[in-house]
């Protein structure tokens, strides 16, 4: 990639905006300059792109394929001028002209294509895999609307569509030469060859296009950009027999675009969606076969090499019927026996696992599978008998927990059995994820196939998590310790010398003071709540979930504006409360809970007693961009699950990059965090993941003793009952009920006490302005081994066994 110079640049932008016709650069409206800008990274990164795919056609590196129904990916123009070196001459000639890059920016619809951190974990791999030259690609669904946008209204959610296509999408290339056809329904039959094997066919299916959209994905200065393919779905019948049958066919057309029409929100409460099912084939199907014929074109060999050029990691059970449909191309198309087929497969295929929560286990009714995908259902059929029949002869022990362990019983099919039958690896997403699963949910398979079951720590990209979206701070480390951290985030460590170095963290502090001011001025224009950037900025962001215990949260501000109230001149350093979360549209008490934070605030912001010392704010339309604004100016990171919920989050690992202090549990990767800086450096609290597999194994404790025995917990809950502070239209009373009545599954009133003794240390300790900024820079300094290429190596050598290029 050539640098180009401020001249050069202006010039290509000129030539890259038609439309300004006689108007000068310095008149483009924001969105030409967006386009014309988005267009010089398109050249830029054209010939890389070919260079890329004409490397691996001639080196022929094995090729891993990332499947996922999500890919969080957010805005990508500020990333790809970061990662093929165009940020700075952009902002440099931009600002020639009196142009602010940010204001551009934003011109950009996020593309939510996920849910939350299972859809950015996605994201995060493709920017390592290409920052370390490895021959790594996404596929997934290009949704027509992703993820709902939320606003708040009195209050309440309300969801809207994300008609994020409504503008070009800048980075996609449509590839309609490449586009396959998916199958879906249609009736199985069988008829004897000469040789006596068995000829399958599938008569009468419904066939959908399935054409690709590739988004490239550019590596961190290296010239690799490798692909994400965003599979679009699109009616396969010629445009010829119109006339009678033209509604008929219009009435079709519509069903069929609808397979990549939206995304669904995580939501395990909904379940058995006949057209998610078609989602997961539709994506397993064009990939796979994408897969194979990638694989033909670069090697004259037979498909049963294909785990020495190949490996394709699913994340979580969503493409499972990966599985299932390369064992129907080998046999049915390609010829194969089973049990050859079913030993290329069970090479090809591994699988993680994003949860413990055995309600979030997915499964399929078999009758739906057999009426969409009766192929499929018959090698699911098969796959099961001789698994259990194998589990009968060959482990007699064992025969007891056949049931439980069957890919189908109770007319369910059960993902996750078939996804760890079916592949080479089981992974989890942080250590004790791992040991839970290992130990529990999956312990019958475990001990099965112990060698199949590993840990892979989460991560994330420093590329954007730190030096995009706080370049100050990224400046400040590379002045001390030098800017190879970029390439390698484990030398973060070198900031340890600096984390008492009065200068530097007088530097540090500013940094942190200026991001806290701007999101300030974001937080009044946007919701015109003025906060005090002098605050303590308390930060909770991510899915609304009752495991994830934003209701804890929000009781601490209850109590807190109780104690106010009770005396208003106690002294308390002022802290600001900010959320932002999206809960599913049918989770009512995920819904209730955002209307009580959001209520709490509007009584807490406006009484004299509190207002100058508590103020709480909820960010409406939680997503990427705000995530990239509200991470820089975090105080204090709350990560306090339901200890043995969270499988590991990642949003911990952002805040920690960006220098905030941790208040968690010890859960997910909290406790990797915990090993790493020490208990000097995060604040820990509340139950153990043992002593809640313990309550849950002995029938929990006594809700309503605690709420008999704690005076500040019963005012909370009767204030919730009563209505909020005394204001009998605020009341919540499935809130109280669902807490009470349904004996606090979560914790939340175990845990309280412990969280409020936590947060009265963290206001004392935050008066300790050098040893809190300490703190903070210990927390960056540690934070490299959460870098996603950590991940991504790990992967690369434990479970594809490939090399960079
Ligand atoms: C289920 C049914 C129907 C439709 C959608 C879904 C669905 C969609 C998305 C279910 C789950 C998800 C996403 C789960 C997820 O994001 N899990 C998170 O994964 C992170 C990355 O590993 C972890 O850090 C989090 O702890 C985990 O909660």
Same mark, same amino acid.
């Given at each position: ?46 010939? @890389? ?268 059970t969503h493409p499972t019927l990966t ?23 069970t090479k090809l295929v591994a699988y ?85 699963l290992k130990k529990e949910e999956m ?81 009044? $224009? ?78 807490? $912001?406006?009484?004299? @007693? ?24 975090? @105080? ?30 010890? @859960? ?138």
């Amino acid at each position: 990639m050539t640098r180009l110079r401020k001249q050069e640049f202006l010039e290509r932008l000129k030539m890259s905006i038609p439309s300004l016709g006689e108007r000068s650069l310095g008149e483009a409206t924001e969105q030409e300059l967006y386009y014309g800008i988005a267009q010089i990274v398109n050249e830029e990164i054209k010939q @890389d792109w070919q260079q890329t795919e004409a490397s691996y056609a001639k080196k022929k590196p094995k090729q891993v394929y990332y499947l996922s129904m999500e890919f969080l990916i957010g805005r990508m123009l500020e990333a790809n001028l970061l990662n093929c070196g165009l940020l700075e001459v952009t902002k440099e000639a931009l600002e020639e002209m009196d142009h602010c890059l940010d204001q551009i920016l934003v011109i950009e619809n996020d593309a939510a294509l996920g849910n939350g951190g299972l859809g950015r974990l996605a994201a995060c791999f493709l920017d390592s895999l290409a920052s370390l030259g490895y021959a790594g690609h996404g596929l997934g669904i290009r949704y027509c609307y992703g993820l709902f946008k939320q606003r708040v209204i009195q209050g309440h959610q309300v969801e809207l569509p994300d008609d994020w296509l409504s503008m070009p999408y800048a980075w996609e290339v449509q590839k309609p030469e490449e586009q396959v056809l998916v199958r879906f329904g249609g009736e199985v039959s069988m008829h004897a060859r000469t040789d006596g094997s068995l000829e399958i066919e599938l008569r009468n299916t419904e066939d959908v296009l399935a054409v690709p959209y590739d988004v490239p994905i550019v590596g961190y200065e290296n010239n690799v950009v490798n692909s994400l393919r965003l599979w679009s779905a699109e009616s396969a019948g010629g445009e010829e027999e119109c006339s009678r049958t033209f509604y008929r066919d219009l009435e079709n057309e519509q069903s069929i675009k609808q397979i990549s029409g939206y995304l669904y929100p995580d939501d395990s409460e909904e379940e058995g969606k006949q057209l998610r099912l078609k989602q997961q084939y539709f994506l397993v199907s064009a990939s796979v076969q994408e897969i194979i014929r990638t694989f033909r074109r670069l090697h004259q060999k037979p498909l049963s090499k294909m785990p020495e050029k190949v490996a394709i990691q699913i994340n979580d059970t969503h493409p499972t019927l990966t599985i299932p449909e390369l064992m129907r191309i080998l046999m049915d198309e390609e010829g194969y026996g089973w049990e050859e087929a079913w030993s290329v497969t069970t090479k090809l295929v591994a699988y993680t696992n994003h949860t413990t929560l055995a309600e979030a286990l997915e499964t399929w009714p078999v009758a739906l599978v057999k009426k969409l995908l009766p192929r499929i259902y018959q090698i699911i059929h098969e796959v099961n008998e001789r698994f259990c029949q194998w589990l009968w002869f060959n482990h007699p022990s064992k025969r007891d927990q056949i049931p439980q362990m069957a890919v189908i019983a109770d007319g369910q099919v059960h993902m996750a059995r078939l996804a760890i039958v079916g592949s080479l690896s089981v992974n989890g997403v942080a250590r004790i994820h791992t040991d839970i699963l290992k130990k529990e949910e999956m312990n019958d398979f475990y001990r099965l196939f112990p060698e199949r079951f590993n840990n892979k720590t989460n991560g994330i990209t420093h590329r954007r998590w730190l030096l995009q979206i706080n370049p100050a701070l990224a400046s400040l480390i590379s002045d001390v310790i030098g800017a190879a951290w970029v390439k390698r985030p484990s030398q973060l460590i070198s900031l340890l010398r600096y984390s008492k170095d009065q200068p530097f963290l007088e530097e540090v502090s500013s940094v942190k003071q200026a991001n806290k001011q701007k999101l300030a001025n974001d937080v009044y $224009n946007q919701t015109g709540v003025m906060i005090d950037s002098q605050s303590i900025f308390d930060v909770q962001i991510k899915r609304l979930h009752e495991y994830k215990r934003q209701l804890l949260n929000i009781f601490h501000v209850m109590h807190l504006f109780n104690e106010l109230k009770d005396n208003p001149r106690l002294e308390l350093t002022p802290r600001t409360f900010l959320f932002a979360a999206k809960a599913a549209p049918s989770y009512y008490i995920a819904k209730e809970i955002i209307h009580l934070i959001n209520k709490v605030a509007s009584v807490v $912001n406006h009484d004299p @007693d509190t207002k100058e010392k508590l103020k709480v704010v909820f960010l409406e339309n939680y997503n990427i961009s705000l995530a990239e604004k509200l991470i820089p100016a975090a @105080d204090i990171s709350e990560q306090i699950s339901t200890a043995s919920k969270e499988a590991s989050g990642t949003g911990n690992m952002k805040m920690m990059m960006n220098g905030a202090i941790t208040l968690g549990t010890l @859960d997910g990767a909290n406790i990797e965090i915990l090993d790493l800086v020490g208990h000097a450096n995060m604040f820990t609290f509340g139950l153990t993941s043992e002593e809640v597999l313990d309550y849950y194994r002995n029938g929990g404790y006594s809700a309503k003793d605690l709420y008999q025995t704690d005076d500040r917990l019963r005012r909370i809950l009767d204030q919730l009952n009563d209505g909020v502070f005394g204001l009998e239209r605020l009341s919540f009373k499935d809130l109280y009920y669902q807490v009470l009545y349904q004996n606090d599954p979560y914790f939340v009133l175990k845990d309280f006490d412990a969280y409020i003794e936590t947060h009265e240390l963290i206001e004392q300790r935050y008066k300790d302005k050098w040893n809190w900024l300490t703190m903070s820079v210990n927390n960056t300094a540690y934070s490299g081994r959460f870098s996603s290429d950590r991940t991504i190596k790990e992967y690369a050598a434990e479970i594809w066994g490939i090399k960079p290029l």
